[in-house]
Protein backbone atom coordinates (compact mmCIF):
# COMPACT_ATOMS: atom_id res chain seq x y z
CA UNK A 1 0.00 0.00 0.00
CA UNK A 2 1.49 3.16 -1.32
CA UNK A 3 -0.45 5.71 -0.04
CA UNK A 4 -0.36 6.18 3.87
CA UNK A 5 -3.45 8.34 4.86
CA UNK A 6 -2.11 10.38 7.95
CA UNK A 7 -4.53 10.92 10.99
CA UNK A 8 -4.94 14.13 10.48
CA UNK A 9 -6.56 13.71 7.53
CA UNK A 10 -8.81 10.86 8.56
CA UNK A 11 -9.85 13.63 11.40
CA UNK A 12 -10.94 16.07 8.55
CA UNK A 13 -12.86 13.99 7.02
CA UNK A 14 -14.54 12.33 9.57
CA UNK A 15 -15.52 15.92 10.80
CA UNK A 16 -17.14 16.57 7.27
CA UNK A 17 -18.81 13.34 7.02
CA UNK A 18 -20.13 14.62 10.63
CA UNK A 19 -18.92 11.00 11.76
CA UNK A 20 -17.50 10.53 15.46
CA UNK A 21 -14.85 7.77 15.13
CA UNK A 22 -13.10 5.15 17.64
CA UNK A 23 -9.26 4.82 17.32
CA UNK A 24 -9.99 0.98 15.91
CA UNK A 25 -12.33 2.49 13.15
CA UNK A 26 -10.57 5.43 12.34
CA UNK A 27 -7.34 3.02 11.89
CA UNK A 28 -9.33 1.48 9.41
CA UNK A 29 -10.93 4.39 7.64
CA UNK A 30 -7.00 4.97 6.92
CA UNK A 31 -6.39 1.60 5.65
CA UNK A 32 -9.89 1.86 3.60
CA UNK A 33 -8.95 5.39 2.12
CA UNK A 34 -5.59 4.41 1.29
CA UNK A 35 -7.14 1.12 -1.04
CA UNK A 36 -8.68 3.48 -2.25
CA UNK A 37 -6.15 5.70 -3.62
CA UNK A 38 -4.03 2.70 -4.65
CA UNK A 39 -6.60 1.74 -6.99
CA UNK A 40 -7.09 5.30 -8.47
CA UNK A 41 -3.32 4.99 -9.01
CA UNK A 42 -3.45 1.98 -10.97
CA UNK A 43 -6.42 2.95 -13.23
CA UNK A 44 -4.03 6.21 -14.25
CA UNK A 45 -1.67 3.55 -14.96
CA UNK A 46 -4.17 2.71 -17.85
CA UNK A 47 -3.16 3.49 -21.77
CA UNK A 48 -6.05 5.62 -22.89
CA UNK A 49 -4.92 7.11 -25.78
CA UNK A 50 -7.03 7.25 -28.88
CA UNK A 51 -10.02 6.21 -26.62
CA UNK A 52 -12.47 9.01 -26.82
CA UNK A 53 -13.70 10.36 -23.68
CA UNK A 54 -17.72 9.96 -23.24
CA UNK A 55 -20.57 11.17 -20.63
CA UNK A 56 -22.63 7.82 -21.39
CA UNK A 57 -22.05 3.87 -22.32
CA UNK A 58 -24.34 4.01 -24.76
CA UNK A 59 -24.66 5.81 -28.42
CA UNK A 60 -27.38 8.18 -27.30
CA UNK A 61 -28.05 11.84 -28.49
CA UNK A 62 -30.29 14.03 -26.48
CA UNK A 63 -33.33 11.96 -25.98
CA UNK A 64 -35.21 14.96 -24.32
CA UNK A 65 -38.67 15.86 -26.55
CA UNK A 66 -38.68 19.88 -27.46
CA UNK A 67 -40.39 22.10 -25.56
CA UNK A 68 -44.00 22.66 -27.42
CA UNK A 69 -46.78 25.03 -25.85
CA UNK A 70 -50.31 23.49 -26.24
CA UNK A 71 -53.17 24.56 -24.70
CA UNK A 72 -54.33 22.15 -21.91
CA UNK A 73 -57.09 24.17 -20.33
CA UNK A 74 -58.66 21.31 -18.56
CA UNK A 75 -60.05 22.58 -15.47
CA UNK A 76 -63.40 20.79 -15.94
CA UNK A 77 -61.58 17.32 -16.50
CA UNK A 78 -59.62 18.44 -13.21
CA UNK A 79 -62.09 18.79 -11.08
CA UNK A 80 -64.80 16.80 -12.34
CA UNK A 81 -63.45 13.99 -9.85
CA UNK A 82 -62.89 16.84 -6.90
CA UNK A 83 -64.63 15.75 -3.99
CA UNK A 84 -65.34 19.27 -2.96
CA UNK A 85 -64.66 22.21 -5.51
CA UNK A 86 -64.99 26.17 -5.31
CA UNK A 87 -64.15 28.53 -7.68
CA UNK A 88 -62.79 26.41 -9.98
CA UNK A 89 -60.50 25.06 -7.44
CA UNK A 90 -59.53 21.88 -4.75
CA UNK A 91 -60.82 22.31 -1.48
CA UNK A 92 -58.79 20.47 1.11
CA UNK A 93 -58.55 20.23 4.43
CA UNK A 94 -56.77 22.62 6.39
CA UNK A 95 -53.32 22.13 7.31
CA UNK A 96 -51.35 23.18 10.34
Known amino acids: MANVIDDETIEY ?4 AKLELTDEERAQAGKDMG ?5 ID ?3 ELDTDGVEPMSH ?3 VQNVFRED ?3 NSDIREQL ?6 QKEGMF ?3 RTF
Do not use: G, S, T
Not at 79 to 84: E, Y
Open 13 to 16: VAIL
Open 35 to 39: RMLDY
Open 42 to 44: KLA
Open 57 to 59: IFP
Open 68 to 70: EVK
Open 79 to 84: LANAPQ
Open 91 to 93: VVP
